[in-house]
Structures are given as structure tokens and as C-alpha cells.
């Protein structure tokens, strides 16, 4: 015989001796293990031949933990094929079937109130639950890692969702947070990035830190109205988000909270958001205009590196501009009356903005080295009134300006006027124009092929209807406002 072969078939016996021992060893770990016993003050459990598990009795199982408190059945949960918990029981236990990695099913008894802490973590089997009427808590991790969980029921009872509670369940396609819950926590549906629908609850007060951080498969989500916060990084890399609307409900958008979702078209904010944290909607290149409502008063460094973004509406209620660097597709901004600063680098690298135009004669501009429109395009025009502080720094930066005229100069019409007829007042060579109160009928454009950019008038009047039908600047304006002018 030769003495390789003779080497090979020594090897090869080996191996098999120490299969064999492998397999005794097993055998010996799990033969000597009790199969049944009790797992609460009146809840007992059994394993049958099967490795089914069914958990019976009345009132809460016991807790358990990963080291210090292990679960009597603990020897065999990586062979637990499916788990019965009956009627009668009240509570699952803190990782009471933690990493059961061969369960592919569970069934919940409609007494279960609670379902603990990693109850049922790295269930990388199971493809489906149904969380019964019964169920008000879902605790922390609770799902945690069921990798190839698909279909998720969560019953219309649950009160509360916890931190992490399905975070990781890769496979999950959709999700429903029923109207009952009004807390969901931090990182609850983290990683699930095969997840392409969500609907929130209209109970649910805050969508939590990185809530749905990375869920790249995520196409629609909608929000509930109770919601008053979207937290940081809640949608952050939802890479196929495409558009979402935010409810008037919410008072507060936070840093990155819609940042790098690259696909995302459309954001319709609610007239209640009074603030929008920095990088809130950093990179989306997909966004091509955005609307600030009214109620913003703080916008610090939202939307930097929204390369496709076209337009920019902002609000009345800022008073300083910031964060639109590296919006290298927006052409033209205009500035309102309300602003008295454009922050340092706000922007910065908007390499196609050829035309901005700044209504407040006294609003600081930033320059030098923290310069609002460093890396501006060379054929940008800067419109403003004479004498202000836009032509101030115009003419510092080397930059294109030209006047809007005297900022006390708008061109008041009678104050008996009821009606604008189309072409009215074409030719007219004012700048701007008060539109009073008394004007009910607009038809066309009154001030076609005149030099008018911008109209002074009431709000919810003709007047603004006119300005946002053919692009020009709405000024609001009260009867304080026109006493003193």
C-alpha cells in the first residue's frame, strides 16, 4: 500500500472518531437535560420529542437574562422547532427564547400583555408573528435579528414599541403601527432594509433616533398626525424614499433626519414646524424644490448638498439663512424682508445661482473667508435697494448688482381700486407695488411687460394669488405697515 493512501485513511478515521465524539457529546449535554418544568410561579413548560415547545399555565413567566439567569431550556434552544404559548399566560420573559435559531413559528395566546426584553432576539428562522389583541408592550429588542421575519401583525392594542424591538429583520416587507401605540422607540426598525411601506399610527407622539436608519428598500412612509417629532437620523439612508408629507402635527424636524436619502422628489412640510435641525435633508441630490412654511423660525444647515435643487421657498419666519451649500442646480433665490442674516457659507458652492435677490436693505451678509456665496457663479446678479447692505457687499465681492430703487419707493395704487384687468398697468416702470386691501378681481397679469418684481399686499388676498401665479415677490403686509408708509 502506498504510503499516502495509508495516510489519507488514518486521517479519515480520525475525522470520523471525532464526529462520533462530537455527536456523544451532544447527546450527553442534552440526554441528562430536563424537558419540562416550571418557568413562573404558575407556568410550566414542555418539550416533546418534536422539540415543540409549548409554555401553559396562569400569570407571568419567569425573567430571564443571557449569563447570570439562563432559561431551564437553555441546552436545547437551538433545536426549539416551534414555540405554543397557551392561553392563561401573561407575560413572555426577557429572552425567553433568545436565539432559538431553528423556531420557524411562534404562537401567542390571547392573554399575553407583554412580550419582554430579547424575547424572542436572533429567531433567524422565524418568517412570521401575529402579536394578538391582548399585547400592549413590546419591549426592547424584543424581535431583535429575526433575519427572515416577513409578515409582521402587530395587534391593535400595543401601547408601546421598544427601542430596538425589530431592529435588523432584514427580510420584513412592510409594516403597520396600529393607532393604539403612542410610543415607538429609538432604533426600532433599524437595518430592516428590505422594508418597503410603513404606516405610523395616528397615536404615536415621536418617531424615534434612527428609527428607520437605513431601511434602503423603503419607498413610501406615512406619518400620523399626533406625531410632533422626527428624530435624528429617523430616516437617514433611505436611500429609496421618494416622497413623504409631514403632518401639521409636527413641531420639530431634527439633524439628519431625512439625510442621504438620494431618491427622494418631494417633501411637503407641515405649517406647524417650527424647526429643522442641521443636515435634516443633507444630500438628497433627488429633491428639486422645498417650501419653507411660515412657522420655521430655526433652519440650521438643513439642505447642503441638495445638488438638484431648483427652488427654495422660505417662510416668513426666519430671521437668518443657512445650509444650502453645494446646491449646485438652484438658479435664483429671493430673500424676504423678514431675514436679517445669511449665514456664513449658506450658499456656498451653489456654482448655477446667477440671480439673488435680498429684500432687507439692513440683512448682514457674510463675507471674507466665511463668504454666504463663496464659489458663486461669475455671472451672478445681486438685486437689492440702493444703499443697502447687498450692494454693500456686492460691490465688495466684485459681484453684479442692480437696484431695486429707493426701499420706500413701491408704487401704491388708489386705494379705491377693486379691480386689476390684464395689462392694466403694463409699462409701468416702479419697481414695486401696493396692491390695497380693496381689490377683489384680478384678471391676467396687470403688470405684464413692466419693470415690477415685486407686489406689497395682504395676505390670503388678490394680491398674493397674483404674485405666486406669475413669479413675483409677495410682500405681506398689514394696516400698521401702510399707516406708516
Not at 70 to 82: A, F, G, H
Not at 312 to 322: D, Q
Request: proline share 2%; aromatic share 10%.
Amino acid at each position: 500500500m502506498k504510503e499516502g493512501t495509508l495516510i489519507s485513511r488514518k486521517i479519515t478515521g480520525t475525522l470520523f472518531v471525532l464526529a462520533l465524539l462530537c455527536t456523544a457529546m451532544v447527546f450527553c449535554t442534552t440526554a441528562g437535560a430536563e424537558k419540562n418544568g416550571l418557568c413562573g410561579d404558575a407556568v410550566t413548560w414542555n418539550l416533546d420529542d418534536d422539540y415543540v415547545m409549548t409554555i401553559s399555565g396562569t400569570g407571568a413567566m419567569y425573567e430571564y437574562s443571557l449569563d447570570k439567569n439562563r432559561t431551564p431550556w437553555y441546552t436545547y434552544r437551538r433545536w426549539i422547532s416551534r414555540v405554543i404559548i397557551e392561553d392563561g399566560v401573561t407575560s413572555i420573559g426577557n429572552w425567553a427564547f433568545n436565539d432559538c435559531v431553528s423556531m420557524t413559528s411562534v404562537s401567542i395566546g390571547n392573554s399575553v400583555t407583554r412580550i419582554g426584553e430579547r424575547a424572542f432576539g436572533y429567531c433567524c428562522s422565524m418568517v412570521s408573528v401575529t402579536i394578538p389583541e391582548s399585547v400592549t408592550t413590546i419591549c426592547d429588542d424584543a424581535f431583535y435579528r429575526c433575519e427572515k421575519l416577513t409578515d409582521l401583525t402587530i395587534g391593535n392594542h400595543v401601547a408601546s414599541i421598544g427601542d430596538g424591538a425589530f431592529r435588523y429583520c432584514y427580510s420584513l416587507l412592510s409594516v403597520t403601527i396600529p393607532d393604539s401605540v403612542t410610543e415607538m422607540g429609538n432604533l426600532v426598525f433599524t437595518d430592516c432594509d428590505q422594508l418597503t411601506t410603513a404606516r405610523i399610527g395616528n397615536s404615536v407622539s415621536y418617531i424615534g433616533v434612527s428609527a428607520f436608519l437605513r431601511c434602503e428598500s423603503l419607498t413610501s412612509c406615512v406619518i400620523g398626525n399626533s406625531v410632533t417629532s422626527i428624530q435624528q437620523h429617523a430616516f437617514d439612508c433611505c436611500e429609496n424614499l421618494i416622497s413623504i408629507t409631514i403632518p401639521d402635527s409636527v413641531i420639530s424636524i431634527d439633524d439628519y433626519a431625512f439625510s442621504q436619502c438620494v431618491n427622494l422628489k418631494e417633501v411637503k412640510i407641515g405649517n406647524s414646524v417650527a424647526s429643522i435641525g442641521g443636515s435634516a435633508f443633507w444630500r438628497c441630490t433627488s429633491l428639486t424644490n422645498i417650501t419653507i412654511p411660515d412657522s420655521v423660525t430655526s433652519m440650521p444647515g438643513a439642505s447642503g448638498g441638495c445638488s438638484s435643487l431648483i427652488s427654495v421657498t422660505f417662510g416668513t419666519g426666519l430671521t437668518e439663512i443657512n445650509g444650502f451649500s453645494g446646491c449646485s442646480s438652484l438658479i435664483s433665490v429671493t430673500i424676504g424682508y423678514n431675514v436679517t442674516s445669511i449665514g456664513n457659507w449658506a450658499f456656498s458652492n451653489c456654482s448655477n445661482l446667477t440671480s439673488v435677490t435680498i429684500l432687507n436693505p439692513a440683512c448682514t451678509i457674510a463675507a471674507d473667508y466665511w463668504d454666504s456665496f463663496e464659489g458663486h457663479s461669475s455671472s451672478m446678479v445681486i438685486y437689492g435697494w440702493s444703499g443697502s447692505t447687498a450692494e454693500a457687499y456686492a460691490l465688495a465681492s466684485g459681484v453684479t448688482f442692480s437696484s431695486l430703487g429707493d426701499p420706500e419707493s413701491a408704487f401704491m395704487l388708489p386705494a379705491s381700486l377693486q379691480a386689476l384687468e390684464d395689462e392694466a398697468f403694463s409699462g409701468i416702470g416702479a419697481i414695486a407695488v401696493v396692491i390695497p386691501k380693496g381689490v377683489i378681481t384680478v384678471t391676467g397679469d396687470p403688470f405684464s411687460d413692466s419693470s415690477v418684481r415685486i407686489i406689497y399686499g395682504y395676505a390670503d388676498s388678490e394680491a398674493e394669488i397674483l404674485a405666486n401665479a406669475y413669479g413675483y415677490t409677495f410682500v405681506e403686509i398689514d394696516d400698521a405697515w401702510l399707516a406708516d408708509h
